[in-house]
């Protein structure tokens, strides 16, 4: 078990009900988990155990009879299965994480993913073809949802597995730490997250930076601290430094908040950053759910369906990330400063369809987990 895995299973995930032997409850395990470090994904983890009522949630590389006897469920969570990164070919990892949904399809749940407009034709009909027969299929959009509902694929629209975490899952503490290291204060500061664009998620790169860098001074001119967040640092393709580095240059004295250089969790401090700002502006999905998930309204910056579906959805305020206009950003991040957002009722239905899906994919009566 590497330190972050420890780190993931220090959060606050409710008690395991399962017993050894004869168990009160299912046992799950996690199919297609793509990275710890990468935030949004590893509070995606910290959600399925609280969901699931584990501590520790095992991830499941093969299947063979002695894990048939210790695993009621399996969990899909898309990681990169839906990410055919290649629109027009079918790549050899794509094709993989498919044939993992055929070791046990009556025990397989995929729960809240998105389709990227990367999947399409052959490889979203092979998708299709894989959803039609494990026991459940929850998505966290409706564009996806449509998607696969025209391919006849039975499916719940649902939202964010992250939306299962509450304000108090953010470590306040380190993330005023971060706050402080930087120099800044939280009540003054608009924190932006960004990424950078690739063949799956198609941005001019340099002009979304210099998007960016404009909101940043227009909101600096206003009397506001600017800071980015870095979000993921998982490898070349999905690495926030290199642009921090590019809009450093671009913007004096822009500050970095880096949750995977503190003491605390990584997913838990980048809660608690986004949570106290005086304002956000998302750019990566999850930066924009984490605020909403601490009771606030971000700004969103959008690249594909799950976070456009936010602004649809829900009334996030914001445009696409390649074509926005700085100043109309800039001022909805101070229109926006502190605005609540109930997530109540998202927590709420996340949790039941989470139960549900859990429910038919282990053959057990619904249980009511308290949202």
Not at 65 to 81: H, M, P, T
Not at 129 to 140: D, M, P
Not at 241 to 246: E, F, G, M, P, S
């Amino acid at each position: 078990m590497t330190a972050q895995d420890r780190k993931v299973e220090w959060t606050k995930a409710a008690p395991s009900v399962a017993k050894q032997g004869s168990r009160a409850a299912p046992f799950a395990g996690l199919l297609h988990f793509y990275s710890l470090d990468n935030v949004g994904d590893a509070a995606i983890f910290a959600a399925f155990q609280r969901l699931s009522g584990q501590k520790h949630l095992p991830r499941v590389a093969g299947w063979n009879g002695k894990a048939d006897a210790g695993i009621d469920a399996l969990i899909s969570v898309g990681g990169d299965i839906f990410n055919n990164g290649r629109p027009r070919l079918l790549t050899r990892r794509f094709i993989e994480k498919l044939s993992h949904m055929r070791w046990a399809p009556g025990r397989t749940m995929s729960f809240g993913q998105s389709i990227p407009p990367s999947c399409t034709g052959v490889s979203l009909r092979l998708l299709a073809w894989h959803l039609k027969r494990i026991a459940s299929v929850t998505v966290r959009d409706v564009a996806s949802a449509e998607k696969l509902r025209k391919l006849g694929v039975k499916v719940t629209l649902s939202v964010d597995s992250a939306f299962a975490l509450t304000k108090e899952d953010g470590d306040e503490q380190a993330a005023r730490a971060a706050y402080a290291e930087a120099g800044l204060e939280p009540g003054n500061t608009v924190v932006f997250s960004i990424r950078n664009f690739n063949r799956m998620y198609p941005v001019d790169q340099p002009d979304f930076i210099a998007r960016i860098a404009a909101t940043m001074e227009h909101l600096k001119a206003r009397g506001c601290d600017v800071a980015v967040l870095i979000q993921a640092d998982v490898n070349d393709d999905d690495s926030d430094r290199a642009i921090a580095r590019q809009l450093q240059e671009e913007v004096e004295g822009l500050a970095i908040l880096d949750p995977f250089r503190s003491e605390g969790t990584p997913w838990r401090v980048a809660f608690g950053i986004v949570d106290l700002a005086a304002s956000v502006i998302g750019t990566r999905y999850h930066t924009a759910v984490f605020r909403m998930a601490a009771g606030k309204m971000p700004v969103g910056l959008w690249y594909s369906n799950k976070g456009e579906d936010l602004s649809e959805r829900f009334g996030v305020p914001g445009a696409h990330a390649g074509d926005f206009d700085p100043v109309q950003i800039a001022d909805l991040a101070m229109k926006y400063r502190d605005i609540a957002f109930n997530s109540g009722p998202l927590r709420q239905r996340v949790t039941e369809d989470f139960n549900r899906a859990f429910a038919v994919s282990s053959a057990v009566p619904v249980r009511r987990i308290a949202a």
